[in-house]
């Protein structure tokens, strides 16, 4: 059964810290997907990550991709309030349709 | 704004009733997901179609059905409702005909359908 598990789920930060979200998977997957989610509100995507090795970043987010090591990594540098949110992970086993995982609720505190 | 477009935003209906959700894909893809954001079981996959067809079940209740159809529009129909099915109800779109690789399995999702069954 695929398993796509994030780690932490909760997580509450101070401003100007830096933390990382993990996201490991069971099963084969050739890319893989990281979703942003505001209370009450719908799912945004932030970055698609499509090979081994594979790095992306936006603004104070960094996302990077092991295919190896089935892990992806949401980096936060230096967490501003706007971060506040839930971040989500996905992966698309098999061409097949995506799979996401719990979910990180993240809060930045002042 | 994804191009989804979901109606009603807000829908509150008593238990036993039967409600229908509407969802507008992007122009241009062909697959509709419908997914059930609960509190308690997070996001949940119910059920996928393909230009027109059934491609992809989930976690979708018996008491649940969905449809698209040759517009590509899709509906999510739930019946007999109970408190529990209480929840966000989201529509997503992907596997546009035109367009790169890198997004064609990436899902837009629309702004979500709140129901409230009391």
């Known amino acids: 059964e695929l398993k796509v598990e994030q780690n932490p789920l909760f997580l509450s930060m101070q401003e100007g810290k830096n933390y990382t979200i993990y996201c490991n998977y069971s099963?084969?997957?050739?890319?893989l997907y990281w979703y942003r989610q505001d209370p009450g509100k719908s799912l945004e995507s932030l970055f698609v990550l499509l090979s081994n090795g594979a790095v992306k970043q936006e603004g104070r987010l960094m996302a990077s991709l092991d295919t190896k090591a089935r892990l992806s990594t949401l980096h936060i540098t230096a967490a501003v309030h706007d971060l506040s949110a839930t971040y989500f992970c996905a992966v698309v086993p098999n061409n097949n349709d995506m799979r996401f995982g719990a979910g990180t609720r993240l809060t930045v505190k002042p | 704004d994804s191009g989804v477009t979901q109606t009603p935003k807000h829908l509150i209906t008593a238990t036993g009733q039967r409600v229908t959700l509407r969802c507008s894909p992007r122009s241009g893809d062909l697959s509709v997901y419908w997914y059930q954001q609960s509190l308690d079981q997070g996001l949940q996959f119910l059920i996928q179609y393909y230009n027109g067809e059934e491609r992809a079940k989930g976690n979708i209740l018996e008491r649940f059905s969905a449809q698209q159809f040759p517009d590509l529009h899709s509906e999510l129909n739930l019946s007999s409702l109970e408190l529990g099915d209480s929840a966000l109800y989201f529509c997503?779109?992907?596997?546009?005909?035109?367009?790169?690789?890198?997004?064609?399995?990436?899902?837009?999702f629309g702004p979500g359908t709140r129901l409230t069954v009391l």
């Open positions: 099963t084969t997957s050739d890319r």
């Open positions: 997503a779109s992907s596997h546009r005909t035109s367009g790169g690789f890198e997004h064609y399995n990436e899902q837009f």
